[in-house]
């Protein structure tokens, strides 16, 4: 159960597009198609915004947009809001009932 | 609005053992998986625990099986999480989340705000 790989920050201008990968291995992200994003502001509690690689939850702006290819999961945000800072985690399905995540990308709106 | 409220978090010796609770409401408890989480001081989330919607199977990470024990009451609406033997790297907020889904596929939908666990002599 060793967590998956991000990029530790990432930063962009608003308006930009920017991406997050995030890296596993064939017994998780490689393995299974559910992979799921989560946008955490400090303090508050997590919320879903990709699942399933790339399904977006009723709700969720079509400015996030999820991949995945091989061992790797990617999260695009296009359009970069003020309020899209935040801390973004990858979480992936590693069977038997685990589940793992990625230790985190800080993104910047600069 | 769905609520999930966490208590029973602390501050506690190395060794000893600690209780915490999930409330749940205005949502269907009784039918969603239920899992736990943590997030260490200035580190990533970690998924910690599951139990199925009826209480039939539960799995832990490595890092926490054979110490904590996650149960539910579907009467009560409330999700525990028993932690024994506990050890300085358990400290951390710990997370009370619902899936939703046809396990695994779906997701974590419903989150807590989280209680503070701090393991400390």
Same mark, same amino acid.
């Given at each position: 159960?060793?967590?998956? %790989?991000?990029?530790?920050?990432?930063?962009?201008?608003?308006?930009?597009?920017?991406?997050?990968?995030?890296?596993? %291995?064939?017994?998780?992200?490689?393995?299974?198609?559910?992979?799921?994003?989560?946008?955490?502001?400090?303090?508050?509690?997590?919320?879903?915004?990709?699942?399933?690689?790339?399904?977006?939850?009723?709700?969720?702006?079509?400015?996030?947009?999820?991949?995945?290819?091989?061992?790797?999961?990617?999260?695009?945000?296009?359009g970069?809001?003020?309020?899209?800072?935040?801390?973004?985690?990858?979480?992936?399905?590693?069977?038997?009932?685990?589940?793992?995540?990625?230790?985190?990308?800080?993104?910047?709106?600069? | 609005?769905?609520?999930?409220?966490?208590?029973?978090?602390?501050?506690?010796?190395?060794?000893?053992?600690?209780?915490?609770?999930?409330?749940?409401?205005?949502?269907?408890?009784?039918?969603?998986?239920?899992?736990?989480?943590?997030?260490?001081?200035?580190?990533?989330?970690?998924?910690?625990?599951m139990?199925w919607?009826?209480?039939?199977?539960?799995n832990?990470?490595?890092?926490?099986?054979?110490?904590?024990?996650?149960s539910?009451?579907?009467?009560?609406?409330?999700?525990?999480?028993?932690?024994?033997?506990?050890?300085?790297?358990?400290?951390?907020?710990?997370?009370?989340?619902?899936?939703?889904?046809?396990?695994?596929?779906?997701?974590?939908?419903?989150?807590?705000?989280?209680?503070l666990?701090?393991?400390s002599?």
């Amino acid at each position: 159960q060793s967590a998956l %790989t991000q990029p530790a920050s990432v930063s962009g201008s608003p308006g930009q597009s920017i991406g997050i990968s995030c890296t596993g %291995t064939s017994s998780d992200v490689g393995s299974y198609n559910f992979v799921s994003w989560y946008q955490h502001h400090p303090g508050k509690a997590p919320k879903v915004i990709i699942y399933e690689g790339s399904k977006r939850p009723s709700g969720v702006s079509d400015r996030f947009s999820g991949s995945k290819s091989g061992n790797t999961a990617s999260l695009t945000i296009s359009g970069l809001q003020a309020e899209d800072e935040a801390d973004y985690y990858c979480c992936s399905y590693a069977g038997s009932d685990t589940w793992v995540f990625g230790g985190g990308t800080k993104l910047t709106v600069l | 609005q769905v609520q999930l409220v966490e208590s029973g978090g602390g501050v506690v010796q190395p060794g000893t053992s600690l209780r915490l609770s999930c409330a749940a409401s205005r949502f269907r408890f009784s039918s969603h998986g239920m899992h736990w989480f943590r997030q260490a001081p200035g580190k990533g989330l970690e998924w910690v625990a599951m139990i199925w919607f009826d209480g039939r199977d539960e799995n832990y990470a490595d890092s926490v099986k054979g110490r904590f024990t996650i149960s539910r009451d579907n009467s009560k609406n409330t999700l525990y999480l028993q932690m024994n033997t506990l050890r300085a790297e358990d400290t951390a907020v710990y997370y009370c989340a619902s899936f939703l889904g046809d396990n695994p596929a779906g997701y974590f939908q419903y989150w807590g705000q989280g209680t503070l666990v701090t393991v400390s002599s």
